[in-house]
T-cell receptor, first 114, second 116 residues
Framework: GAGVSQSPSNKVTEKGKDVELRCDPISGHTALYWYRQSLGQGLEFLIYFQGNSAPDKSGLPSDRFSAERTGGSVSTLTIQRTQQEDSAVYLC????????????FGQGTRLTVV | AQTVTQSQPEMSVQEAETVTLSCTYDTSESDYYLFWYKQPPSRQMILVIRQEAYKQQNATENRFSVNFQKAAKSFSLKISDSQLGDAAMYFCAYRSAGTSGSRLTFGEGTQLTVNP
């Protein structure tokens, strides 16, 4: 596609429910990143994919968080048993490869856990 | 681990004036990249300017320029002839240049207001 697409744009869920956030990167981009932005804060790295593998998932805050990428394209970030502290904007970015090229960001998913 | 610090949570500037946003970082690496990103209310991060650490010349993109001081680990952004559309949150970011360095490390951000 023309840009990085994320869905849903906004998600409200009840505490304890599972949620799935989707990221569709720019076509041909092999590197994909997930970041979390809490209210008024900077971006916190979660996980990085090169193709379908995740060489760096050190930023995932707990085992309730997981992510996968299939076909070297779409990625899904899953949060199980959501907690109120999971409320944040989840941003996805992609780049041609994992080197020095520009990372293009999507518009994020605003997750609110009530 | 690398850290990025933006000491100005908020800044304001008059339209057509110049403003400088500060950023410092800490790293033991010699080769890396520095970026300034703009985040308007739409939430989408937009790359404003980038600097390769091995380049001594400061990067410039139209009205945006940086003052890169490698020894001081300082990377400030200057916006000239400020426009209303420049109002946004600005983030400074660091990325390692090695094959193991792919993540961006961000500062806390500076909210820029442009007054008409």
């Amino acid at each position: 596609g023309a840009g990085v697409s994320q869905s849903p744009s906004n998600k409200v869920t009840e505490k304890g429910k599972d949620v799935e956030l989707r990221c569709d990167p720019i076509s041909g981009h092999t590197a994909l990143y997930w970041y979390r932005q809490s209210l008024g804060q900077g971006l916190e790295f979660l996980i990085y994919f090169q193709g379908n593998s995740a060489p760096d998932k050190s930023g995932l805050p707990s085992d309730r968080f997981s992510a996968e990428r299939t076909g070297g394209s779409v990625s899904t970030l899953t949060i199980q048993r959501t907690q109120q502290e999971d409320s944040a904007v989840y941003l996805c970015a992609s780049s041609l490869w994992q080197g020095n090229t520009e990372a293009f960001f999507g518009q994020g998913t605003r997750l609110t856990v009530v | 681990a690398q850290t990025v610090t933006q000491s100005q949570p908020e800044m304001s500037v008059q339209e057509a004036e110049t403003v400088t946003l500060s950023c410092t970082y800490d790293t033991s690496e010699s080769d890396y990249y520095l970026f300034w990103y703009k985040q308007p209310p739409s939430r989408q991060m937009i790359l404003v300017i980038r600097q390769e650490a091995y380049k001594q010349q400061n990067a410039t993109e139209n009205r945006f320029s940086v003052n890169f001081q490698k020894a001081a680990k300082s990377f400030s952004l200057k916006i000239s002839d400020s426009q209303l559309g420049d109002a946004a949150m600005y983030f400074c970011a660091y990325r390692s240049a090695g094959t193991s360095g792919s993540r961006l490390t961000f500062g806390e951000g500076t909210q820029l207001t442009v007054n008409p």
